[in-house]
């Protein structure tokens, strides 16, 4: 499964006609998740899984819609990077507007590592069609891309250095004849030729505005000149010199690749499992089970011999032995009988016998054990 597009959800086209009734709208942020794809993406109102939404957008309005731009966070934890969807706020609260997932064409994210870290930024183009105001509920947090920022001060000084005429304007709208080539600065300004000055300032002067708030897009005002972005600068080189090591230093296709692929450094789903339920040596062992074979039984009918208990057995072998046992002990408690000895000897099995051989002995019975001794009586009758 790959990205298949951003579909608008239910609740997002809800919001779209609303913005389209009102002219307006707000854009909260980008949400990214790991969750597996839903049935239906047009159903979802979040996003299965979502690890953390993104605020920090740059939003360019095009012509039928809007590009939102975002960088990825520098965060504690590695992932995949398999679901995406656009948060907006509308009145009846925040709604999903539309969603997408790629399934397992998902990408690992490394962010936990340091100069191996994946760094990425991307693009969505939204199609939203009669809305005049597209915004973000956060502008403070808008940045301008350092390539974006590069290009638009280029173009705004080439312009600024052009005295080739770049606007096009004719010897008709300075309220100059066709022939007229004159270059007498002091020539007399006639009513047309200042109106055309003026058109040509108004039209120079909206142009450079438009430039510099392109250029500022929304930044803060303690960062929205070049002088402070490069006093700002100055100020954290050591920040900028090591954004740039960390740049130059980033590991290749190959490298990164090879990284991913190191199962020494990495654990499986199954492994990280079977990891989170193991039990510390001093753990607590209430909650465990022992599968193993139970020689045990409610009514037990004779004695078993059991085998040693050994150091070092498993509890499948040793379970099975205290088992045995405790029928054993059912066995003997069933040949004992359940009537009471208190009152014979001590009141202790081993008392009782004692105290029946004694009697026996009173009674001249033999013993169990003892030799007969017959007496033989000879009467003699005269």
């Not at 973000?136 to 000084?157: C, H």
Request: include cysteine; aromatic fraction near 8%; charge should be negative.
């Amino acid at each position: 499964m790959a990205w298949t597009g951003l579909n608008l959800t239910a609740d997002g086209r809800k919001a779209l006609n609303n913005a389209q009734l009102s002219g307006r709208m707000q854009i909260k942020a980008i949400a990214v998740g790991d969750g597996a794809p839903p049935a239906d993406f047009q159903m979802q109102k979040s996003l299965v899984n979502q690890l953390y939404e993104i605020t920090d957008i740059k939003i360019d309005k095009t012509e039928n819609g809007c590009t939102l731009t975002v960088d990825f966070p520098k965060l504690d934890y590695d992932y995949y990077f398999r679901e995406i969807g656009v948060i907006v706020d509308t009145e009846e609260g925040e709604v999903l507007y539309v969603y997408d997932n790629c399934g397992n064409d998902a990408q690992y994210i490394v962010s936990s590592a340091g100069v191996e870290s994946t760094r990425k930024r991307i693009r969505l183009s939204l199609i939203i069609s009669d809305v005049e105001k597209i915004a973000v509920s956060n502008p403070s947090v808008l940045y301008v891309a350092y390539d974006d920022f590069e290009r638009a001060a280029a173009t705004f000084d080439s312009h600024m250095d052009d005295f080739g005429n770049p606007h096009n304007v004719t010897k008709a709208q300075v309220g100059l004849g066709e022939t007229d080539n004159t270059a007498d600065m002091d020539k007399p300004v006639s009513t047309a030729q200042q109106t055309a000055l003026d058109a040509y300032y108004q039209q120079s002067t909206g142009y450079t505005d438009t430039k510099i708030a392109q250029l500022i897009n929304g930044a803060p005002s303690t960062l929205d000149t070049l002088g402070e972005i490069a006093a700002a600068m100055k100020e954290n080189e050591g920040v900028v010199g090591a954004l740039e090591a960390a740049i130059g230093s980033k590991a290749n296709e190959a490298e990164f690749d090879s990284h991913v692929k190191d199962a020494v450094k990495h654990i499986t789903v199954a492994e990280r499992t079977k990891w989170n339920g193991k039990m510390e040596v001093t753990g607590d062992s209430a909650n465990n089970t022992v599968t193993f074979a139970s020689s045990d039984a409610a009514e037990a009918t004779g004695w078993t011999d059991i085998g040693v208990v050994a150091s070092g057995e498993k509890h499948s072998s040793l379970f099975p032995k205290v088992s045995l046992a405790i029928k054993n002990l059912r066995y003997l408690w069933k040949v004992l009988g359940t009537t009471s000895l208190k009152g014979i000897g001590d009141g202790t099995v081993t008392g009782a016998i004692n105290e029946l051989n004694t009697g026996l002995v009173n009674l001249g019975i033999q013993k169990p054990g003892e030799m007969t001794k017959t007496v033989i009586a000879i009467e003699y009758r005269i």
